[in-house]
């Protein structure tokens, strides 16, 4: 069995404040409008808080320990959300989504998220405390998306534009009912024609839904590389995600200079690929040494560092250098 500080009643409360969270967001949201400045940041340190003081609570009542995995796991995850993000930005970019109407699409995301990593989470937890050498498959997996994420950065793809109506989420839904051409508010679904028809809305959140199972893919060994505690794992899932919603907003202008983010990512998962390995050869021979979590801290922490510091040099640079006029064409 993993160790896990975990107990029936922490769940409950933390499960039920996670939804209780998603209930004031659907509310805030039940009038589409368009998020300001002013209330995307509001809302966005209140999602930093939370969690930092939450990770208080457990570094108090659970040790330094148990504390730096959870701030490390937490990063970790933030980290990746951002990469999410700018998923999502392509997403509400290529169906034209209403500025009014962004928000509610990224809520559904952050609910399909927290749905599908709870299954993976859960997933993970017994397949680890049933088999030792899981760890070494998602040693494999972190580290071949590692190197898929360095070689679309190289090549230029990381975040290209994605041609929607090619997605097989999107052809599926396409198959089965009629799709109405404006959007009508936040209905996913009206009478046109005497025909139940879906609205733009409704293909955007499936193919948001569909990009949230792949991050699950990527996110859940990621953190189950910092720390083997089922709780802790879903704890850093839940606040990472929670704040996605007013971040987007916060970064919306910004995302698009972190240009050397996808090899920051790269970098991590890869780090964190290689750590799972070791731990899993450390556990079949004892002489191999481990990655220890406080360690793991510091190389993420540099690795963003270095990663935030160079993307604004390049996007500076880029800024700087002057636009070549074109040479008007001879008739």
């Known amino acids: 069995m993993l160790d896990t500080i975990g107990t029936p009643t922490l769940w409950a409360v933390t499960i039920g404040l996670v939804v209780v969270l998603l209930v004031v967001d659907f509310i805030a949201t039940r009038k589409p409008h368009e998020v300001s400045m002013k209330e995307a940041l509001a809302w966005s340190a209140f999602y930093v808080a939370l969690p930092l003081a939450f990770g208080g609570y457990i570094w108090a009542q659970h040790g330094s320990d148990r504390g730096v995995e959870y701030y490390t796991g937490y990063l970790v995850e933030k980290t990746l959300s951002v990469d999410n993000l700018f998923v999502f930005m392509l997403l509400l970019a290529a169906f034209a989504v209403p500025a009014a109407l ?61 041609d929607v109506s090619s997605m097989r989420s999107v052809k599926l839904m396409r198959k089965f009912m009629p799709v109405t051409e404006e959007y009508d508010g936040p209905r996913m679904t009206v009478i046109q024609n005497g025909k139940r028809a879906l609205t733009p809305l409704a ?8 990009t949230d199972l792949v991050f699950a893919i990527d996110s859940v060994p990621a953190v189950y590389g910092i720390t083997g505690d089922p709780y802790l794992v879903f704890a850093t899932n839940a606040f990472a995600l929670l704040g996605l919603r007013a971040l987007y907003f916060v970064l919306q202008g910004a995302l698009a200079k972190l240009v050397h983010l996808s090899y920051g990512l790269a970098a991590i998962l890869g780090f964190i690929g290689v750590k799972l390995a070791l731990h899993w050869a450390h556990m079949t021979w004892s002489s191999v040494p481990e990655i220890p979590t406080l360690a793991s801290l510091g190389v993420i922490v540099g690795i963003l560092a270095v990663t935030v510091t160079t993307s604004l040099i390049a996007s500076k640079r880029a800024a700087d250098e002057p636009v070549e006029e074109q040479e008007p064409e001879r008739v």
Do not use: C, M, N, P
């Not at 190197?147 to 230029?156: H, M, P, R, T, Y």
């Not at 293909?203 to 839904?209: K, R, S, T």
């Open 102 to 162: 962004q928000q509610r699409v990224l809520l559904y995301g952050i609910v399909g998220a927290l749905v599908l990593r709870g299954i993976f989470i859960a997933l993970g937890a017994a397949a680890l405390s049933a088999f030792d050498w899981v760890f070494l498959v998602f040693g494999l997996i972190l580290l071949a998306t590692g190197v898929k994420l360095l070689k679309d950065a190289i090549s230029g793809h990381d975040h290209d534009e994605k």
């Open 203 to 210: 293909l955007v959140v499936v193919a948001v839904f569909a």
